[in-house]
């Protein structure tokens, strides 16, 4: 009997230790300028976004975890681009993000700032959005997203766009899910360079 009871716990310890977790992994981005912390190996993506006439190209990289995708977007204004309005474009893609989910709530940007790597490090303003609403899939979707921008030395600009996007379940209070280790973790973990 003591056999079968050590057998069971043994088994139990096994099934417990296989179950995916988190794999956290800082993740250097020297062509985009970043590093973050990813819970998982990220992917890559390209796409174009038209903007007054204009082709930008949008950066992403993403890691997808169950149900949950964490990600990071990344515009580069060239230095010799003309005739771009950065607050026009920070709305543009605000828009974009916030048009996944349908809500009936009004999305409230909430002033935040995000720190620079390295040493000395200092404080980029930037604006982040929580909202929650169905996807596209017709499920209880909840979005968290940040946007920030950074002015280089020779004229270059990068917009940011660091976001969570999962799955609302077991009726999980929104303020709980947002001071998880997940949320706290991707989100300081993000550092433009």
């Known amino acids: 009997m003591l056999f079968k009871l050590f057998s069971s ?13 988190l794999d956290w992994r800082t993740v250097r981005s020297d062509d985009l300028l970043y590093e973050a912390l990813y819970p998982g190996k990220p992917s890559r993506a390209e796409k174009t976004v038209m903007f007054n006439s204009q082709k930008l190209t949008m ?19 060239p230095a010799t ?10 709305d543009f893609l605000q828009n974009g993000m916030l048009s996944n989910l349908k809500t ?4 409230t940007p909430k002033t935040i700032s995000i720190k620079t790597a390295g040493q000395p490090s200092y404080d980029l303003p930037a604006q982040e959005w929580v909202i929650q609403g169905l996807g596209p899939d017709g499920q209880q979707r909840l979005l968290r997203f940040r946007v ?6 020779d004229g270059q600009i990068q917009i940011y766009q660091q976001s969570i996007l999962q799955s609302l379940k077991n009726n999980l209070a929104v303020e709980k899910i947002l001071r998880s280790d997940e949320h706290e973790m991707f989100f300081t973990g993000f550092k433009p360079y």
């Not at 950066?59 to 204004?77: D, Q």
């Not at 681009?81 to 920070?90: E, P, S, Y």
């Not at 009936?104 to 999305?107: I, S």
């Not at 920030?148 to 030395?153: E, I, S």
Request: charged residues 15%.
């Open 9 to 21: 716990i043994l088994i139990g310890i096994s099934l417990v230790a296989c179950t995916p977790s």
């Open 59 to 77: 950066t992403m990289e993403a890691s997808r975890v169950n149900a949950t995708l964490f990600a990071v977007g990344v515009i580069n204004i």
């Open 81 to 90: 681009a003309k005739g771009i309005d950065l607050k026009v474009l920070k």
């Open 104 to 107: 009936n709530q009004a999305p």
């Open 148 to 153: 920030v921008q950074r002015n280089l030395p």
